[in-house]
């Protein structure tokens, strides 16, 4: 199954060692349907939207998603979407609630 990520989760982030058993794929970028955020140490991605997120896939086992859902809090903090890539479809981590405070990535890229 293919995980799109843009954040820390990305190559040469502090996150990436959760990928270590998954499978890069390539750089991917999303419809222009999402809203970027950042909320001060990681990004959210919110939908509805008209941005696009720029981002990595990763074809990922059932092991390391379970992995990716405890570090992304779902359901509580994210929810797994369903987003179409290049590669096809795959699992974007989309924040529950709208943030506070937080300064909106209109370029698509975090950091």
Known sequence: MLVFVYGTLKRGL?????????RFVGAAC???????????????AWL???????????????LTLASLDRLEEVPRVYRRERVETEYGPAIIYV???MPR????CVSGYWP
Do not use: K, M, W
């Open 30 to 44: 999303t419809a222009p349907a999402f809203q970027l955020f950042d909320l001060g140490g990681c990004p959210g």
């Open 101 to 104: 405070r937080a300064r909106r």
């Open 95 to 97: 924040l529950q609630r």
């Open 48 to 62: 509805p939207g008209s941005g696009v997120i720029h981002g990595e896939v990763y074809e990922v086992d059932a």
């Open 14 to 22: 502090r996150n990436h060692h959760f990928l270590r058993r998954a």
